[in-house]
């Protein structure tokens, strides 16, 4: 956050009808006259009879005897938590006549869909029950336009990405790991697109917070970051979210203050090296609550304290953002909360189309509520310092174990996060059929039409059995057709074969498919033709799947994480005052 995660507001708590967490004057507005009629209006406008009856529970937020009888019942379905409180915040936000609702929708700011790339990881899969990890790209941004520079955003022109941090809420919703990612370390940056519409050529080295910097505009490009997060990791991200300055400052005002901790005062001067004395004390010594301009002096400042180095200034980061969430949470993740919180951050904030309206961020952030504070860490991405500058290099094979584990669904220390602790057996097949189909042991004559060269396939392993990605690969290879890439999908609980196909492709997906005997063939957002091999494919190439009524195999454990990364851990929790130098 050298303008980082975080950065905020002039528009925050001061700003003519702001949302406070106190009621009153401060807080939610009244309904006007013949509110309830207007709530109906407007509820129906957005969802109408449908959104109502998925929300019958959320009707108590509204009033009346109706309503009053249905907050006695008792909830049927835990699943149906998030929906309920969702549609509570929709309806409540009715009851003020739309208005709340209409000025989150106006605050959202979403970047443009056509600049996300089209090759991508493939989207992680729902298990039996329904559970599905989460990965949240999160951007603080230093740009200097609009009042961010009042906030210490300096002078220049553009924007840069001084902090990110790919967050992966395990699918059991009770883990979340936050893996900071330095801003100088030299990556693989992606073609990306330009405001003015153009893409630039990819590079296969450069400093990583450059991606952010592409175009020179004062949003910056959130979507060439998450390209990059994307390529680097080799993982999905489902969301993106950026802050600015002025976002970050109303944030910490909205929740009262952070509370963190200094092992010395921090004066003007460690703040400004420029300055020509040591100035005034800016941040005492010791514990203590910051919001405002003073949460931004901490989350931005090098000097003065550690090494003076950005490394350690991740590190006092990740322990300001496991503050700022054990504050929401011991406050109570509800509409109370989120209501000021949302009013606070959107003003200055940019997320991607999935989470471009009022409904879908509240509902997002009522889904993060069981998070458990101790099993929400933080990590540094494995790195090292280049003898030839100043930059940074990623450590391998560290950096592709912290990916593998996150694609498996391990946490840091191992524990299966999946939601489904064990693999189900195979599901059966029709009465009659053989219980997994039999491995093509010559290419189909569609399949092999010297054309199949033109066509490219991604490929990754749905499975926990270890190189059926590879296999895939060479059949496919055997056909003629051009295998791009292989590797892990974003989740191992595939038990059919998935073939995916962009615009235009449907008939190379099912010329493709003749190799995978019993595929799914689907349309899909991403570009080309993706190949995800299910425990149809390991059946009958040899991989254990069993057979029908039978225990499936144990799943494989990725490699242990090396002691960088665990023994850098960080808990949400973690008393504030600990290893406070942080470098």
Known sequence: ?????????????????ALTAEGGDGGVPQPRAGGRAQARRAAQGKGG????????????????????????KPKKNVKKIVAWSAAGVLVLMAGAGGAIYLKLNANIKTFDADAIAGDRPPEAQADADGNKPVNVLLIGSDSRG?????????????????????????ADHKHAVGISIPRNAMVAIPSCKLPDGKWTKAATSDLFNAAFSKGESDDGNPACTQNTVEKLTGIRVDHTIVVDFQGFSAMTKAVNGVDVCLPKPIYENDINPKL???????????????EGQQALNFV????GIGDGSDIGRMKRQQAFLGSLASSIKSQGLNPTTLLPLADAATKSMTVDPGLGSADKLLSFGLSLKNIDMHELKFVTLPWRYRTQDKNIDIIQPDANKLWDALKADRTIDGQNATGQQTDAPAAPTDAGSP?????????????????????????????????????ASEALKAAKFTATKAGPAASTKYATTMIEYGSGQKANAEKVAELFPG??????????????????????????????????????????????????????????CADVSYG
Do not use: C
């Open 300 to 303: 931005r400042l090098r000097y």
């Open 49 to 72: 009879r449908a959104a109502g009856a998925a929300g019958a529970g959320g009707a108590a937020a509204g009033g009346g005897r109706a309503a009053a009888r249905n907050s006695r």
């Open 435 to 471: 219980s997994a189909p039999a491995a093509p042991t010559t290419p189909p004559a569609a399949a092999s039409d010297a054309g199949n060269a033109a066509v490219k396939v991604s490929v990754y392993n749905g499975t926990t059995t270890t190189g059926l990605d590879g296999k």
């Open 1 to 17: 956050m050298s303008g980082q995660w975080g950065e905020g507001p002039a528009r925050g708590d001061d700003a003519p009808g």
């Open 276 to 290: 020509p004395k040591k100035g005034a004390v800016v941040l005492p010594q010791g514990k203590q609550k910051v």
């Open 519 to 576: 595929a799914t063939v689907e349309a899909a957002k991403s570009a080309g033709i993706t190949v995800i091999v299910g425990k149809d494919f390991a059946a009958a190439n040899g991989g254990g799947a069993a057979a029908p009524g039978a225990a499936a195999a144990a799943p494989s454990v990725p490699a242990p994480l090396p002691t960088s990364v665990t023994n850098d851990a960080r808990s949400a929790d973690e008393d504030i």
């Open 146 to 170: 609009k009042n961010n520079a009042d906030l210490g955003g300096g002078e220049d022109g553009g924007a840069r990405s001084d902090t990110t941090i790919l967050l992966h809420v395990y």
